[in-house]
């Protein structure tokens, strides 16, 4: 059996756990009293002031200025530059100039001894083991007049307080050194790469590393001023998945890694939420992960600095917020908590929010493509009693747009709607997506679009593992039933292989496999295709065995597996 689809039970097995295992408001007026009341509150402690601001869905709903703070007042920002500095390093990433997972001493040959096994995502997450902020490591860090190269140097001869990898310890070293291997890693000061990947695309006019005047040695944990306004554009950039007025500033999966904890699970021995006796927060990459949701997921991220500069996005609610100030003696982290619990109160979590735009095969939160299957997750999205369809624009009462282009609908139910993404969003750079159930809309999200954005559908529907797959004699795939070397297995995808896509190719434990068929097959929706691929002879056998499929420079995750013999 090659090319074709597969027949009678095993067609209606593989069609139904495809896709049916799985199976509020935008910027709207709110009573937000109760937190005029706390925010006055917390300003009777804080008799500088600050001012605080709150975006949703891309629309203001709040800005009010507390004490003699001037609104969109410049000011020292402290930690809340870890998350500048982390897209910096993600830019990086996604352009292929670094690895997460690289070691820092492949670039700073004086990161030597036990300090030679540390990774940049270590020093991004703060596990690297370095000692932690009070006090500071070495002088250098506060010393505007060093270099960063020699500042890194100092720090590589500070005896860790950990072996690396091994504990989360809050610090300013770690990031440091990481800041000194971008420069060295892409050949331009860190000034630079500020300005030229994050701050001019984002049109972010007052902001730089420069809080102690011009610097060769700029604090990459700390050294960064800001105002109101133009951090709040670096947000709004990060809840639209790395676009911002149709630029792609980072990669969707990139800001997933930064918004996920990347600690590893190891036991936090310092961190300032440890000092103020609250729960302990995780770290990604230069923020806190505060709220992970069922998927692992982050709904709320912060990174707030000493001096008070809070901000804050909360994916459940379609949140962007800052309270911007600059009072060491007396910050906002008191208040912090509080605040989180008064905004749960006032505003009800939405009913769609971009991380709820997934694949239908691998339920990962990124671009759209043209013909993709989606599975859109949220609440009131349609019948309690879900329902399935052929492809209707509406069904169950239940509506999909993008961009107000009606996508044909696979399923409806009140807290899942599969739908094929309409090919009119080709060449878009992003598009709004809005369900409608009985006439009520749900926010309308943005989310990024791609050419491409392939992934495999896995067996039992959960987006990892066995692959639905078919063997050669006919047999569904499986550790009881491996497919052999040289043979041809199917595989089903979606994101890939629609009318006006190229080709792609896949690879089996590593090892391209020649794809002798990619296309749409008959008995599965639109949007479904199958791929035929030859087992490559130098395949190790196993009984998960890696499937990585690759469209137009863009690879599904290497999470779903094929048995082979």
């Not at 998350?83 to 492949?106: E, H, Q």
């Not at 500042?151 to 690396?164: F, G, H, S, T, W």
Request: net charge negative; charged share 15%.
């Amino acid at each position: 059996m090659t090319a074709g689809a597969p027949e009678g039970k095993h067609m209606r097995r593989l069609a139904l756990s495809f896709l049916l295992a799985g199976a509020a408001a935008w910027g709207q007026e709110y009573d937000l009293t109760p937190l005029d009341r706390y925010l006055a509150q917390a300003a009777r402690s804080i008799p500088s002031g600050f001012e605080v601001a709150i975006v949703q869905n891309g629309k203001e709903i709040y800005w009010k200025q507390f004490g003699p703070w001037p609104k969109d007042n410049q000011a020292k920002i402290a930690s809340a530059t870890k998350w500048f500095s982390g897209a910096v390093i993600m830019s990086l990433v996604d352009d292929g100039i670094l690895s997460l997972d690289d070691r820092a001493s492949k670039y700073l040959p004086y990161m030597s001894g036990e300090k030679a096994e540390i990774t940049i995502r270590q020093l991004m997450a703060h596990t690297a083991g370095f000692p932690g902020e009070f006090p500071l490591a070495d002088p250098c860090l506060g010393d505007a007049s060093d270099t960063l190269d020699r500042c890194a140097q100092a720090l590589a001869r500070v005896p860790l307080q950990a072996p690396p990898g091994t504990a989360f310890i809050y610090a300013g070293a770690d990031m440091q050194i990481a800041g000194r291997v971008a420069e060295v890693a892409s050949g331009k000061d860190w000034s630079t790469l500020f300005r030229e990947r994050i701050a001019e695309p984002l049109g972010m006019t007052a902001t730089d590393y420069e809080y102690e005047g011009p610097t060769r040695n700029p604090r990459i944990s700390g050294g960064a001023r800001s105002t109101v306004s133009d951090y709040m554009k670096f947000l709004t950039m990060i809840r639209q998945r790395g676009i911002y007025n149709g630029r792609r500033i980072l990669s969707s999966r990139a800001i997933d890694v930064m918004l996920s904890d990347q600690t590893g699970g190891v036991p936090i021995v310092e961190s300032p939420f440890q000092r103020q006796d609250t729960v302990e927060y995780r770290y990604g990459i230069g923020n806190w992960v505060e709220n992970p949701d069922q998927f692992g997921r982050t709904l709320e991220n912060s990174s707030i600095g000493l001096a008070g500069w809070t901000p804050l996005i909360d994916a459940g609610r379609n949140l962007q917020l800052i309270v911007g100030m600059q009072n060491a003696l007396r910050p906002f982290q008191p208040f912090y908590p509080g605040l989180k619990e008064v905004l749960k109160a006032v505003i009800p979590e939405a009913a769609l929010t971009p991380l709820g735009v997934t694949n239908a095969a691998s339920y990962e939160a990124g671009p759209v493509a043209p013909h993709e299957v989606v599975a859109v997750f949220g609440s009131n999205l349609g019948p309690e009693q879900g329902v399935s369809g052929s492809g209707d624009d509406s069904l169950g009462g239940t509506r999909v747009t993008f961009d107000g282009t009606p996508a044909p609908l696979l399923y409806a139910g009140a807290r899942q709607v599969i739908a094929i993404v309409p090919a009119a969003i080709a060449g878009k750079s992003s598009v709004q997506v809005e369900v409608q159930y009985n006439g009520t809309a749900s926010p309308a999200v943005m989310v990024p679009v791609a050419g491409t954005w392939p992934a495999l559908f896995a067996a039992d529907a959960t987006g990892k593992g066995q692959a639905a797959a078919v063997n050669q004699d006919g047999a569904l795939n499986s550790g009881a039933n491996p497919a052999p070397r040289g043979s041809v297995v199917q595989l089903f995808a979606t994101g890939a292989c629609s009318p006006d896509s190229g080709s792609v190719s896949l690879t089996i434990g590593g090892v391209r496999a020649p794809v002798s068929f990619c296309g749409p097959v008959q008995g599965l929706p639109a949007g479904v295709v199958q791929i035929a691929a030859t087992v490559p002879s130098e395949t190790a056998p196993g009984d998960a065995v890696p499937v990585v499929l690759e469209a137009e420079g863009n690879a599904s995750l290497p999470i779903i597996t094929v048995s082979i013999q």
